[in-house]
């Protein structure tokens, strides 16, 4: 290596450069890129730690003045420093499971329409389009949700679900109530949205990567294009797909200004998903300014530290789940 290295650099044996010098050059240029990198890698894992420490160190106070009950109380009252988790780990699940159910269809049929059936002509449009909703900012689409879409939502929507299920029971108390416009329906459908370009521009991305050759043979093979989506393009590019779904779910779990501005605020857990909420990111940005006491503080670092758990254990299972298929198709 370090002669082919000498012969790309134009020098010769009979040139009058010192071949020991010109080695350690080499070599010394390696070794700073190694220790750059490795330096890059440990910084990362010190940030990483710091993060976790900092969470556990300042929510100590909480779990000591409620222990582990902190996890499923649904108390938070401010006044008496009664604090419990429950609510906004609640909200944050179900606004997060509305938003995937939403955007995964959509945006997997969104890639798949623009890789297979659209005209070559509409494809930039369309992508440059889903491109520019992922660059909106969170604030825009609260704005745009409270002020536009709650509203319509509260006029139009609303009262159409609760009147569709209201005589059918169990779906008549996940839609029960008065049609607020706000609540954990509207912030699910703006988490909706805004996570809608990861999964499509990325499953778009996935499916690009088909060999032409797969495809060709199976509609050789007299398969029609719904055939090839579902036994070619989507088996072969399962594990990208999954990897943009949970790209989407981390950013659900975790947004915090455009839900905070439609889910209501109200701590209180209810069946229907028509009511207000709030979620772990929402609460935090609503209260944290605002928090007067050690325990107060502890009890938002301590919901901070949970969001960060949960989102931990997110992508510790999209991991786990990703080696077994590798493993399993053999990758």
């Known amino acids: 290596m370090a ?20 080695l350690t050059r ?72 509305i938003a995937m159910l939403i955007a995964i269809p959509i945006g997997i049929g969104t890639a798949i329409f623009l890789t297979e059936i659209c005209p070559p002509w509409l494809r930039r449009p369309i992508g ?3 491109e520019l909703l992922a660059g909106i900012p969170s604030i825009i689409y609260g704005i745009w949700g409270l002020f536009v879409f709650a509203p319509f939502l509260q006029s139009t929507v609303q009262p159409f679900l609760i009147s569709l299920f209201g005589p059918i029971p169990v779906l008549s108390s996940v839609f029960a109530g008065p049609p607020y416009g706000i609540g954990t329906l509207t912030a699910g459908l703006i988490l909706a949205i805004m996570v809608l370009p990861f999964v499509a521009s990325i499953s778009r991305d996935v499916f690009e990567t088909v060999p032409a ?70 609460t935090i940005a609503n209260e944290f300014t605002e928090a007067v006491g050690d325990v107060y503080t502890s009890s938002l670092v301590a919901l901070g530290l949970i969001l960060f758990v949960i989102t931990f254990f997110v992508l510790a299972a999209a991991r786990l789940m990703l080696m077994r298929i590798e493993k399993r198709t053999g990758g």
């Not at 002669?3 to 010109?22: H, P, Y």
């Open 26 to 97: 080499f070599k010394v240029g390696d070794a700073t890129f190694k220790y750059i990198t490795l330096g890059s890698a440990v910084t990362v894992l010190v940030i990483l730690g710091g993060v976790i420490v900092a969470l556990i160190e300042g929510s100590m106070p909480a779990f000591q003045a409620f222990g582990i009950s902190f996890l499923w109380g649904q108390s938070w009252n401010p006044v008496t420093e009664k604090f419990g988790a429950l609510a906004p780990v609640y909200g944050t699940i179900v606004t997060s499971l």
């Open 213 to 282: 050759v797969l495809k060709e043979a199976a509609y050789g093979l007299g398969c029609t294009r719904w055939e090839v989506v579902r036994n070619v393009i989507i088996p072969y590019t399962r594990v990208g797909i999954i990897g943009g779904v949970m790209l989407g779910l981390g950013r659900a779990l975790g947004e915090t200004m455009a839900v905070t501005f439609v889910i209501g605020n109200a701590h209180r857990i209810s069946a229907s998903i028509l009511q207000p909420g709030t979620t772990i990111s929402a």
């Open 128 to 130: 440059t389009a889903i």
């Open 3 to 22: 002669d082919l290295a000498l012969q790309n650099s134009g020098l010769s044996s009979s040139a009058s450069v010192d071949r020991s010098r010109v």
